[in-house]
């Protein structure tokens, strides 16, 4: 600007900047246009909580962040943004030498999803289900060989034993994760799965420790080392639970007893009698 002297840089390179009075004097000083540092890499968007770092391939700058309120917190030196509430902010990147030439650009802080809900173990073979709160998320599992997970449902199944980190992953880029503990599963119940009515058969599960139940009781009831006795003509469901939670299912079946035998109970070597029961078959 030929009144207000302000200086536009335009091109690279050396140009002579002159003052020149009235009288036509003048005075002359020389100006470097230099270059911009290298572009600011990193994400556009980041999460409150949540942190990333920043980069320029040009060396020899400073980082600072301006926003209105506590949007981020910059480090000078690393670029390390951390998302501390929702809003904007502008990252600078500033050589330190020279025209302290600088590049900025516009970070978004978004709210990350809401913590993940539901159990916080589960046994291999079977599922849970987590949920959020926040619908149109991604389900991803850090540790397929321990846990695999829906994509979309968010139903989680062991797979072997361990910790893995469940996320919920929303369009943004804003994650939650949720550590869960897969645990190892109960056997197959073994034993007869049938028993009549009156008598016991005896059923067995590992590992040892579990507890054992019946569905309906008044079928088949089922004491603690797993002796089932037939109380009616039925079925009932028995499980049989670890204290982690992991359990094996089987149906019992109780059948009705013939009753009781009839006729004359004594005979004579050589003799016959006759016996009856109330159940034919």
């Given amino acids: 600007d030929a009144t207000a002297g302000l200086l536009t840089g335009v091109s690279l390179g ?32 980041i999460c409150v909580g949540q942190s990333t770092t920043m980069t320029s391939s040009t060396l020899g700058g400073v980082w600072s962040s301006f926003s209105i309120g506590s ?8 670029g390390l943004v951390v998302g501390l509430s929702t809003g904007t902010a502008t990252i600078s990147y500033t050589m330190i030498s020279g025209a302290g ?7 978004t802080v978004d709210a990350p999803p809401s913590a993940i809900t539901g159990a ?39 797979v072997g034993t361990g910790l893995v980190n469940i996320t919920y992953t929303v369009p943004s880029g804003c994650f939650v994760t949720k550590t869960m503990t897969v645990t190892a ?9 049938s ?11 590992t590992p040892a420790g579990g507890t054992w139940s019946s569905v309906t009781p008044s079928v088949a009831a089922i004491g603690s ?12 469901v028995i499980s049989y639970t670890t204290p982690s939670g992991c359990s094996s299912t089987a149906i019992v079946t109780v059948n009705s007893s013939p009753g ?22």
Avoid: F
């Fill in 14 to 45: 050396v140009t002579n900047i002159s003052y020149v009075m009235p009288t036509g004097c003048y005075v002359m000083q020389p100006v470097t246009v230099e270059p911009l540092p290298a572009a600011i890499v990193g994400p556009a968007v």
């Fill in 71 to 78: 949007v981020v917190s910059s480090d000078s030196v690393s």
């Fill in 101 to 107: 030439c600088s590049v900025s650009m516009t970070v």
């Fill in 120 to 158: 916080s173990s589960v046994c291999i073979g079977q599922t849970t289900t987590l949920s959020n709160a926040v619908s149109g998320g991604t389900w991803t599992s850090s540790n397929l060989s321990r846990a695999t997970v829906g994509s979309s449902s968010g139903i989680v199944t062991g």
């Fill in 185 to 193: 599963g109960t056997s197959a119940i073994g034993g007869t799965l």
């Fill in 195 to 205: 028993v009549c009515n009156g008598l016991t058969t005896l059923l067995s599960c």
């Fill in 225 to 236: 080392s797993g002796v089932v006795l037939g109380m009616s003509p039925g079925t009932s």
């Fill in 260 to 281: 009781t035998i009839t006729g004359t109970l004594n005979a004579c070597p050589g003799g016959t009698r006759t016996l009856g029961a109330a159940v034919g078959g």
